[in-house]
């Protein structure tokens, strides 16, 4: 993914021990290494290739994952704004990447304690719905995912630097209030938007039973 130039596959006897990227990473190339399972390579366990190819390795992001994070660090700018977490609960390529300002004085109640058994108002099982509901039909309705994906992703990016600059001349207790009501709008907006997902991913699910039936015409 960082230095597509090097020319190896994952089985060759003779790998280098570091690679040095091709260029400055971004946040975007963190969320997509987190969010990999091998896309574009006979090893994607939803991609075309053989059995024994897609079992192969072992990928990044896996149905059992919990979260991700990427902790991002702003050297230039106050404490409280520059450190940002960006948190995906549950499979990073099925979820969304929701930036958390380190200076907020609360969580979002969705966010807080979840467990191993479903719950549909906490964010784990949010996120983790829509990637189930996904999984048995990936050909069928993973654009509905990936367009959800891309609708939050511009949006967050937008946000924060709103956010960034609202708060720019605020500071103790107004800019705790201020990044804590940041942090439970794009909270929110998330939730909102993978419900929504949700609804539409119910409704087209409908038309995979296998009881269905479709009458032939010609009878």
Aim: charged fraction near 20%; aromatic fraction near 12%.
């Amino acid at each position: 993914m960082f230095s597509p130039q090097l020319e190896f596959e994952p089985t060759s006897q003779n790998l280098p021990f570091l690679n040095h990227a091709n260029r400055k990473l971004s946040l975007f190339d963190v969320e997509a290494f987190l969010s990999s399972h091998y896309q574009g390579t006979p090893y994607d366990p939803i991609g075309d290739g053989s059995k024994q190819d897609k079992t192969h390795f072992r990928p990044i992001s896996l149905a059992k994952t919990q979260e991700a994070h990427i902790l991002q660090i702003r050297p230039n700018m106050p404490t409280a704004v520059g450190g940002i977490q960006w948190l995906s609960m549950g499979v990073a390529a099925q979820s969304s990447f929701v930036p958390f300002y380190a200076g907020a004085i609360k969580t979002p109640k969705e966010y807080q304690k979840a467990d191993g058994k479903y719950s549909p108002d906490k964010a784990y099982w949010v996120y983790k719905l829509a990637g189930v509901l996904v999984d048995p039909h990936y050909l069928q309705l993973g654009s509905k995912l990936s367009a959800t994906q891309s609708t939050l992703r511009t949006w967050f990016q937008q946000h924060f630097k709103q956010t960034d600059k609202e708060t720019k001349n605020l500071s103790g207790s107004e800019l705790e209030v201020a990044l804590t009501d940041a942090n439970f709008a794009a909270a929110k907006k998330g939730l909102k938007e993978y419900r929504s997902l949700i609804s539409d991913l119910v409704t087209s699910s409908t038309d995979f039973s296998p009881l269905n039936f479709k009458q032939d015409i010609n009878l």
